[in-house]
């Protein structure tokens, strides 16, 4: 290493160490040092383990990165430019064939990193060998502009569908993506503005279309700014609002057991799979004052974009919960079941504190909760209504007489 490189004095792991102890890790990349003084220094909080991945919304200034051969040169300098400090150490493992992407790096991040280190070497007492390629941060990031709305906010460039930071955000269209992540997206022109003002602690980035509106005056600085080429935009934009969107934090759920109980007032039990049914239900929620959601095992994530949607916001102010099966509630719990078979619900009287439960779509309830289910009276000819539009129905008489009351 030249002698005026940095001394690395905190090391973050990326999420290539998963799977590996921080302290056996360290070892191996500093073999001088015995592991019993690396125990020392995480004892006395001298070597600190993060917790959280480097990824496009880590925008915590590092000063050093080391990553194993795990994404490609350039996908690695794209994360981590955002948080990188100047003159601070990109460090990568690598195998011996990397010397296309290592162009390619060169080629795309020349203006920002300075490559200073790219040696060969074989691991001792084997045959394999390996490439240790080390890059140091030089300036600001390049693909990183002013803001043309007059805001003077850097805006981060994004027109490749390969963009890590693109490859994220598109995760965030179905609930797998959104649970991992515990990230997902706001569109629509009302509920991005409620969002920041409502709740900008869980705003991480503002995305806009090429010379799309800029972001409001009063947004967090900690907020990043990405522009998508139009095609980009369009394939995030599926609700066809063509007006930003938020990537959010999501809320982390707590579990709720039957064990448990309810709390005083109305708990709403949602086991809907249809995103909208469950973003409906939850705006129901919060508009007739319940004390609770709690969603059910078979339900869809209540953080998908049609449930945001649905919800007017409402899946990031109503207490929220992670429930069990259906099948898994006891029979002596306080629940008023609605079905379409039951007896009116207006002679029905409600409990201090109970569940109310609606089938899921089509499935219904499970035989032994339609025993004293109660229903919502209808003209005849009608069979049923639309699962969240009868929690909405029940919930309005709950209120209404808890109001009377």
């Known amino acids: 290493?030249?002698?005026?490189?940095?001394?690395?004095?905190?090391?973050?792991?990326?999420?290539?160490?998963?799977?590996?102890?921080?302290?056996?890790?360290?070892?191996?990349?500093?073999?001088?040092?015995p592991l019993s003084h690396i125990h020392r220094m995480f004892r006395k909080g001298a070597i600190r383990v993060d917790g959280k991945k480097i990824g496009p919304a880590y925008t915590d200034a590092v000063p050093g990165i080391i990553s194993r051969a795990v994404l490609s040169i350039p996908e690695t300098l794209d994360i981590v430019k955002s948080c990188i400090k100047p003159a601070g150490l990109v460090i990568l493992m690598k195998g011996p064939g990397c010397t296309e992407e290592l162009a390619e790096?060169?080629?795309?991040?020349?203006?920002?990193?300075?490559?200073?280190?790219?040696?060969?070497?074989?691991?001792?007492?084997?045959?394999?060998?390996?490439?240790?390629?080390?890059?140091?941060?030089?300036?600001?990031?390049?693909?990183?502009?002013?803001?043309?709305?007059?805001?003077?906010?850097?805006?981060?460039?994004?027109?490749?569908?390969?963009?890590?930071?693109?490859?994220?955000?598109?995760?965030?269209?179905?609930?797998?993506?959104?649970?991992?992540?515990?990230r997902t997206l706001v569109s629509g022109e009302k509920l991005t503005r409620e969002i920041i003002e409502k709740h900008p602690e869980c705003c991480e980035s503002w995305i806009t279309p090429a010379g799309g509106m800029s972001p409001p005056?009063?947004?967090?600085?900690k907020v990043e700014i990405l522009e998508l080429s139009p095609r980009l935009f369009r394939v995030l934009d599926t609700l066809g609002t063509g007006f930003p969107m938020v990537c959010a934090v999501v809320p982390a759920l707590s579990q709720w057991s039957p064990e448990e109980g309810f709390p005083e007032g109305c708990s709403v039990l949602a086991p809907f799979q249809d995103p909208e049914n469950m973003g409906a239900v939850i705006r129901s929620a919060a508009a007739f004052g319940?004390?609770?959601?709690?969603?059910?095992?078979?339900g869809a994530n209540p953080f998908h974009p049609k449930a945001v949607r649905a919800s007017a916001g409402a899946v990031f102010s109503v207490p929220l919960r992670s429930g069990p099966r259906l099948a898994d509630l006891p029979s002596d719990l306080p629940l008023v079941a609605l079905s379409a078979e039951g007896k009116?619900?207006?002679?029905?009287?409600?409990?201090?504190?109970?569940?109310?439960?609606?089938?899921?779509?089509?499935?219904?309830?499970?035989?032994y909760l339609r025993k004293n289910a109660v229903g919502i009276p209808m003209a005849r000819g009608?069979?049923?209504?639309?699962?969240?539009?009868?929690?909405?129905?029940?919930l309005y008489e709950w209120a209404g007489r808890k109001g009377r009351e």
């Open 1 to 33: 290493m030249p002698e005026n490189a940095p001394r690395i004095t905190r090391i973050r792991l990326d999420a290539s160490a998963d799977a590996v102890r921080a302290d056996r890790l360290l070892r191996r990349l500093l073999p001088q040092i």
């Open 105 to 182: 790096a060169q080629g795309r991040f020349g203006s920002n990193f300075k490559l200073i280190e790219d040696r060969h070497y074989s691991i001792p007492g084997t045959t394999h060998r390996r490439r240790l390629v080390v890059f140091r941060r030089k300036t600001s990031i390049s693909s990183t502009s002013a803001d043309p709305g007059g805001t003077g906010r850097p805006i981060r460039k994004i027109e490749s569908s390969e963009n890590p930071t693109f490859k994220f955000l598109k995760k965030l269209l179905d609930s797998k993506g959104i649970k991992k992540t515990r």
């Open 217 to 221: 005056d009063h947004l967090s600085p």
């Open 290 to 298: 319940a004390s609770q959601v709690i969603v059910m095992a078979e």
């Open 344 to 367: 009116d619900i207006r002679s029905v009287g409600f409990p201090d504190s109970f569940g109310l439960l609606v089938g899921a779509e089509g499935l219904g309830l499970p035989g």
């Open 382 to 394: 009608m069979e049923s209504l639309n699962a969240a539009v009868a929690a909405s129905l029940a």
